[in-house]
Structures are given as C-alpha cells and as structure tokens.
C-alpha cells in the first residue's frame, strides 16, 4: 500500500489550498483518513480525522477554515485549507488506516508529505 499526496505549495495569507492523498496497492477497507502536519522545530501534530462512521475532528487551530472530506471509492482524503495564516506553514502528511484482508488489522500508512507555505 501507498499514499501519494499532492497539492502543497506557496499562498499568500488568506489563500486556499486543496491537498489530496490517494492510496494505491491491496486495499481491502479502510478506517479512518487524516491528516497531520510538522512545522520547523515542532512536534508533528493532528489536523483533521475523518472516521470511516463520517464524523470529522479539527484541531482547534484550523475550526471554521479547513474541511476535510474523502471519497471511500478512489480511497482518497482531502483537505480544504481557507483563510490559511503565516502559522499554518509545515509539512503535511496524510494518514489512512488500512487493512489488506477482510482478516487483518488495520494498519497506519504514511504519505511522503507535501509542504504549504504561507506568506505574510
């Protein structure tokens, strides 16, 4: 299984950014869709959660800017960051629980990570 996300890139504050992260390989189901991001000197951190019940979590930070979604039959999440400030500059990563067989556990998979930079 791979996670390929895509989307990062340079904006100005109060831009948007759409990131995408699609998974690929032997996927049987999957569980719940993140996404997280690390900013220079700092701790990786939670962003948004997308259970595979629907219901989504934010980090306070991002409440009432970002949305997350996903679409179950390309396996792959989004995240729509509006409104974005200076302090939103990191890299994002994705995360997607996956199981290969209807008999496994489901297991955390990585995408490769993709940088926003906002400008002030």
């Known amino acids: 299984v791979q996670l390929q996300a895509s989307g990062g890139g340079l904006v100005q504050a109060g831009g948007s950014l759409r990131l995408s992260c699609a998974a690929s390989?032997?996927?049987?189901?999957?569980?719940?869709m993140g996404w997280y991001r690390q900013a220079p000197g700092k701790e990786r951190e939670l962003v948004a959660v997308s259970t595979s019940g629907d219901s989504t979590n934010y980090a306070d930070s991002v409440k009432g800017r970002f949305t997350i979604s996903r679409d179950n039959a390309k396996n792959t999440v989004y995240l729509q960051m509006n409104s974005l400030k200076p302090e939103d500059t990191a890299v994002y990563y994705c995360n997607q629980q996956i199981t290969t067989s209807w008999f496994g556990a489901f297991s955390n998979y990585w995408g490769q990570g993709t940088l926003v930079t906002v400008s002030s």
């Open positions: 390989g032997s996927i049987f189901s999957t569980n719940a």
